[in-house]
């Protein structure tokens, strides 16, 4: 049951990778994020190189992303102008960031950023979600009224210029914020292998104050195009992404991606953040635990240099 | 193990590219491979190769043979992980010039008995005497605006570095030794199994068949062995080598594609 990856030059399990896609598949479909996050993690604990499982995994999100913007289309649910502002972000962030990992990845200083950026990023939201969403439960629990909480955005919002109107998000804002989040997107997808969607998600919730029910679709569809771009450039500049894998990855997790979505609908929203919440704070700790625990062998091999 | 730290090894000593030569009398030493090709395709998950061979031995004095497999040699960047604050962080790479991607060695009896240590040394025969190459004086190259340090075999701190190449390979199962791989099926002829891990390099592997006597070297055969991708495998590595950027655009649209086919085929509702 094993199958040579021709890139990853490596012999791996193929039911297994199927499977694996197919489990972070329905966790995206249930929480409506990329799954990324998840991925790299458990490739590299397989044996993949780091650097093929990050750059690989980026077509599995655009896989499970693409399935779920045709849902969310459906019900109208995308801000398309919002995503393509956010998009061309994204495109400009991943051309930097697939720099800056090439640039690192010789230092032999990518995995140290891969471990930062995983604990600082999944540790805060984690955390943050869990936060807010114990906070919902119990207020839920005891029979209180929540807070009336106040729909002000950061005035700061409206002092910038280039404003755009929003009808579907409901927003009359400047296009500079939207064009930030995307570009810091493009660069965790090109750092982290992932599509942003657990960083975009809370904050065009909080920051943007989009309408809730086109936040999930709209950062999707953004999710698509960085990804898609981080895969065309991680391919083209640095030969990393392995079709084989991907291919096995996405097969699963399209139908994973698919079961969850039908699944999320049994729960509450709360309690599904609650266990979003604490999933990204453990793969936070998880990645981020390597910097302080002694290694087996202090001498690593560093890539690079394949070509000369 | 050694005892004292080994003078660094002596420059290459070019393998003859003839097949088989007899250096002392008629004591001759044939080999061969069943296999001089291996293929990687999708269901490599590495190879066992035989290597089989005659020794021509008119008299009685008893022989040993050594065999010695070589992978491509490639440049190997290492960094060390130091800790700062409490902080496991990576030190900058250094650079070997060049280090086999594969090597073992297989031999009659444990290497240190067949033949001396500085015997062992010129010939670089052994893990601990391989030629990893490494210039007089370190000095720092720069690729891709990443300064690399370039190890220098006269640097105190060369040893440390080359064993932790030796010991993360030989943890791969990239570099191997086995002090009774050769065995004698017959008064005079004898075998050995070269195992190939999954992530064994592609390119062209040297084998080297040294015959000893008396701990002097007394014959060598070289053998070629060649480990390519095929098939499917090696289009895929081509198109994405050749044409990274169409391929990378394939990848994505093939992804787009499955996504849309599995909400059209699963999403009804």
């Known amino acids: ?308 | 193990m050694i005892q004292a730290p080994p003078p660094p090894p002596a420059p290459i000593l070019a393998p003859a590219p003839e097949r088989s030569v007899g250096t002392v009398g008629d004591l001759r030493v044939a080999a061969a491979l069943t296999n001089a090709r291996v293929e990687v395709d999708s269901s490599f998950r590495g190879a066992s190769i035989v290597l089989y061979g005659a020794v021509f031995n008119p008299t009685d004095d008893p022989t040993d043979v050594v065999v010695v497999v070589r992978g491509p040699d490639a440049p190997v960047r290492l960094v060390k992980k130091t800790r700062n604050l409490g902080v496991w962080l990576n030190s900058r790479p250094v650079l070997f010039e060049g280090a086999p991607g594969f090597y073992m060695t297989a031999s009659t009896r444990p290497l240190s008995d067949v033949a001396g240590f500085g015997q062992l040394r010129r010939l670089g025969v052994g893990v601990d005497h391989l030629r990893i190459d490494a210039p007089e004086e370190s000095r720092t190259v720069t690729r891709y605006g990443v300064r690399d340090v370039v190890i220098s075999r006269l640097g105190e701190d060369y040893l440390d570095w080359r064993r932790a190449v030796i010991r993360l390979r030989e943890a791969a199962a990239l570099y191997n030794t086995d002090p009774d791989g050769v065995t004698f099926v017959d008064r005079g002829l004898f075998r050995a199994e070269v195992e190939l891990p999954a992530t064994a390099p592609t390119g062209e592997y040297h084998a080297e068949v040294w015959l000893f006597r008396d701990g002097e070297p007394a014959g060598v055969s070289n053998l070629t062995l060649r480990v390519e991708k095929v098939g499917f495998e090696r289009d895929v590595y081509e198109f994405a080598h050749r044409r990274p950027w169409t391929y990378g655009v394939l990848c994505v649209l093939l992804a787009a594609g499955i996504g849309y086919l599995a909400s059209r085929v699963l999403g009804r509702r």
């Open chain 1, 1 to 308: 049951m094993e199958i040579y990856l021709p890139i990853a030059e490596v012999s791996v399990n193929w039911p297994l990778l199927i499977l694996l896609g197919a489990v972070v598949g329905f966790v995206s479909g249930l929480f409506g994020i990329g799954g990324g996050f998840l991925m790299a993690p458990v490739l590299i604990f397989l044996g993949i190189p780091p650097t093929v499982a990050v750059a690989s995994q980026a077509s599995h999100v655009v896989a499970s992303s693409t399935s779920g913007v045709i849902r969310y289309s459906g019900q109208g649910a995308v801000d398309f102008r919002m995503g393509a502002i956010m998009a061309a972000g994204g495109a400009v962030g991943a051309i930097g960031g697939v720099e800056l990992f090439r640039y690192l990845r010789l230092l032999g200083q990518a995995d140290l950023v891969v471990s930062v950026s995983y604990l600082v990023f999944l540790g805060a939201i984690g955390l943050l979600m869990l936060y807010e969403s114990l906070t919902e439960i119990l207020r839920r629990v005891r029979g209180e009224v929540a807070p009336h909480k106040e729909r002000r955005r950061p005035l700061w919002l409206y002092g910038l210029p280039w404003k755009v109107r929003f009808p579907k998000s409901g927003l009359y804002i400047s296009a500079i914020p939207p064009l930030g989040l995307g570009i810091f997107a493009g660069v965790l997808s090109a750092i982290m292998g992932v599509g942003g969607g657990f960083i975009l998600v809370p904050a065009m919730l909080y920051a943007l104050r989009m309408k809730a029910g086109v936040v999930v679709g709209t950062s999707l569809f953004q999710i698509i195009i960085t990804t898609a771009v981080t895969t065309v450039l991680q391919a083209g500049r640095n030969q990393t992404v392995d079709v084989v894998l991907s291919t096995l990855l996405l097969l699963g997790g399209v139908v994973g991606a698919q079961m969850g979505a039908r699944y999320a609908s049994r729960f509450k929203a709360d309690v599904l953040r609650a266990a979003l919440g604490l999933i990204v704070l453990l793969v936070g700790i998880q990645m981020g635990l390597e910097l302080f625990v002694r290694p087996s062998d202090i001498f690593l091999i560093a890539p690079g240099v394949a070509d000369g």
